[in-house]
């Protein structure tokens, strides 16, 4: 699926684990890649161009988004911590996003979400994009608000977005619980791909795993975005079982989908 | 899957689009293949035999039924258009179908059921067969109250249907609504065999699609149809977004998984 | 809830048995009640007028429906009985009805569905309005063409519809059936009156029943509607179970929801 | 329900509208009552005492809080708004009151909610507390926020909430959406007694609407938590009919369950 | 509702707390009511016959079953304790008493099931009768099994049974549990009525519970039997609540449905 | 995925048809692998234990048990049959080896349930593992009663368990109905494995089946299990129809899913 649809797609977190794994990979899908970071990560190369932006300051999110006809919004705190850095980074930040996609007219974004959304779910259990939200920390409460706000603005103005709710995404599992949400790295370009492609993409919620034989998530009512998985954790499953112990139930974190998220904090403010 | 179980099958519409293309496949289904439409198409072949019928005319469509053990339905009007030839050919003719089955005892029918019956949800809704009919216009209701015939002849006489809501079937997708609708040749043929030759039927809708990643359906409540598409729309993916423009959402064409059938109308009488 | 919110608001049917209850009192909903039927029926009474059509008849009906702001289609054959005359009468009649309603600017329509387009889910079985169409003859199969015909002019043309699935609407139960059924006229009114009355009604299928103990049917999804039965079986109980035999379930009228329909037919054409 | 269960409440934003009303009659569920506002609001009644805070300040949350059974949060912004000041007060303020619950050991928590979570349905539609959140604003998106925390406190931290999303709280209602909106003064104090009481509230989201005939939700996934509204809007019905003019849907506040906060905004920052 | 339909009755559990109320009120629903227990309880008064029989032998059942038109089913074990026993009474007991309702033609069978297969929801969740169960003990298993069975032989040979899961059936409730799982001795004999004399009964699940505000169930799904319970344990409310502690949920009585069952056993073999 | 995770594991019913085709498979699993049967089987090979027991003996299944990590419960009745011996071997006995498992900490069990659980079900119908029980005789009833037991030692005492409802493990299908229900040796050994390595396996019920084209059921409910199926009888499809007779639906065993069991019996006592 190398098909080029888009002029200008804006790409943050651009300096983040996946952001440049992303640089990579989204060149195949515009003219021109707009990469933005919060702190400066070098010089662009042929075909990018670099917009740094504090997304909790809405001036320069509008600049970062001014002229791009597509969103991948890796952008933001990606760990759980102290509420008031995530709330800036991951909720204005977001909300600061999504106005200026609306003052400039950017009709489609894919918005790094997380399994973390629906972490207090049990590792017995199988969700869809339709079960509530049970946050397991602060970060997943960060973006099951992005999610809340991205579905207000295809409500009132039209902008899809894709809530791509990631798992894993590393070069492999690292321990048990990943055999279930591993994402690879083609497969999560192959997700945007889909995303940024399928004629009429609404709002959706799609989870984002590759083709695990184990899995908690159920991506059934997403089926128009198009994704089909092309790797699988079970290739690892064997190594994985050798190098880690058997799970502990007495400890939270080996019953639920969020895994350790489940047992962070809390934190002094 | 090359399973001959059936003596005498009757295919109507048989000289229309796809009666032309089952004409050929079919023909391994059974040791006759009785052909029928309502107006002269030429010579029947060997282990073929002919039988025009208008469907509005009750005792042609007796004469037409006699002596098959099944049907394949395609006959009919199959586009959109003013509502009286569409009830006559659609409505009552599906009516003096299902009357002469009752009368001549033939139990399992194929009916070409359509896509349109559902043609105003939108593209970016997932839907399963039980998901409530949407009508996109004149074609799509004669379809839907084609459904509801078939069950109540199930119902009360026993006489098992497969409603096939047929996608788009052509030699390959014309547009991107396409990609997702597309329905080969070849899947078209095994589906039809599927319903032919699965154990129980009972009253089945199944949505008519080849393998594509992008889709609107969900035909999960129908595995013991035992249906596999081995095609895909995915090889014409990116010939076809070259061809094409991207959708246009003011269009409710674009927006809603009946596309250009929703904006037809209203006919003159 | 004698609201008066139409000025003339159409009645079809009413030279019926339910025709004629509502001529009385619909006359509190609007300042002139605009009365049909297929055959002449008598004069018009003050507040009334009378416009008699042949509801097959396009231009009559065009007639008929010009100039008013709501209608109540009470018309139609109410029983089950050979195809072709019900086809004329309820699939074409109500196709006439929609098309006029459209030229002509009504915005909100009562529709006099029936039970009988679930007919077929037996009496140990609730269902909501959800459940899909089980006809239980050519009656209930009409009547399910109304309901999507009705969803098609909503989805389409933004046309309003209450979908009312009478149940047994009398001055009192007639058997057990009936019971569950009952539909006083009172209630009938009342239920009308909501449909007509009700900010938003949108597509709304609703089951048109009292407040009886023993039932089959759900309404919880048409609360908008915004209907509270105030009458009830439950006081002719004893009465019925006195004078009528237990239910023999070798019966299949005793096992269904459409009673002895379910067993009426074939007819001859 | 008099029933005195608890010791100390906290009721916040006693100040506002509803806030006077509840400073009544939630005298009746405790021994003392403890009112926090923003801004001075007067002195203390008997069995009253009084704590002003920011809840954007931590410090004075958590004295706010200290001491107490449970918290009747109703602070905060009541009406959409540009979304820094409801980023402070809805989402900063929730988040410092459950971590002060959480370090004070309050173990339930009552939070005004508001149906401007679920703005975006129809007025067609009938919803339950599972259907997934489509606010329809700043202000919903910052309850929705509220939501999704108090579910992470109960599942991390044991903290029982009941979310209720409250329609509209007034002497009588305004206008026909308010008909079924509408949650009387008696409603609200006795679905707060409510929450306040049942033995085991988990976390709950309920509606707060009093015995309105036309609705558009349902409450029975919270029936453990036994609240029975004993008012309705019906009284009201005939004089909002005949002071209001009937919807015109092209307006998207006539047709969506949040009414004219759907199409507020946006708002300068 | 004092229809009497039936001639002779079989009450099993006569001798039992139930057994002694429904010994008076079911002499209103039929000729002879006869009465079983495993041990003496003295004479049958005018109306009544008596018939020993120890659940586990076949053949006293046979006996005990001939020549009755209904059964309602009160006997063996109705408390939780070690597993051999509760297997003799309940599960085989119940094998033997549907074995002879097979032999002797008897077509309705109320079963005294109860709230204990379902004891290990939670009580803030509310559920309906297809929900899976979740026994809580070795007597909430046989009576899951008692379910199973009543279905296999409605399945089988149309052995209509009404499960009543009955909650908490005392003079008044004694504990905040019981608040919500009350069922007065009056609605018990409504609902047992309403089993009796409902026209189709099929194969149907009902928790039984008066009209209490709080509850965890609904009976939504079994309205064709018609129960309408007329008492509550609101009256109650104010006096459990003076004289029980609040709950502690760290004990898990405090948090499931079945209460201190939840923790009962291990037993001795 | 020959991993092995457990030191030792008891398997059931050893001398059966399938303990024979495990006692191969499942030596890959373990270190030692415990045999166990009602009569002698002869001796114990390198790797294996034999501990003969009889399932009703308590204190034999304690013996059996004690000392492994895990249980894969083949054993019992596997037939349907009167009452008393499936009662004795499959509801005692299953009782027993979960109090044992229970007192010797066996955490994991895979307990093979069967299709005949849900044998009444329609084979045109495609249901879920929460589908409510619809047992086929005395076998399935005690696979019911089996599967609420699991679940109930899961939610008191944590103990994991995997029913498989099993449905025709042979080397090939033997008939039409075995086409959806073909479980391979091979398929049968890689669901185990599944169950048995798992992180997270909780309560869950699979339908052991291999890849299927037709199929009556949907294991989407247990995506944690990771359980992908290699096999199918689609190889088989062919021959089984060329030596096999059309189904005839006037027999209740061609319209069930539970095939023949579902006109077993009944049996005398």
Redesign the interface.
Known sequence: ???K?HEKILLTGAAGGLGKVLRESLKQNCTTLRLSDVVDFGAAAEGEEIMLADLAD?AAVDAMVQGVDAIVHMGGKSLDGP??PI?QAN??GT?NLY?AA?KFGVKRVVFASSNHVTG?Y?????ITA?A??????NY??SK??GE??A??YF??Y?IETACVRIGSSFPEPRD??M??TFLSYGDLHRLIT?CL????????IIFGMSN???????N?????????PQDSSDVF??AV?ARTP??D?SDPA??HQGGAF?RMG?YE?
């Open positions: 699926m190398a098909i649809q809405a509420f008031l709330m909720i204005l909300y106005e609306r207090f049990r590792q017995d259990e199988t339709d509530p939200a049970r946050p397991d920390g997943g409460l099951a608000f809340d706000l579905r207000y409500d009132r039209g048990r619980r055999l279930a889909a492609t399928t004629p009429a993409l609404g709002f959706s695990n034989s184990v899995t908690w998530w159920d059934s009512r997403a089926r128009h975005v198009g994704y089909v499953r064997e079982f058997a799970p139930f080996a019953l489940v809390p403010q």
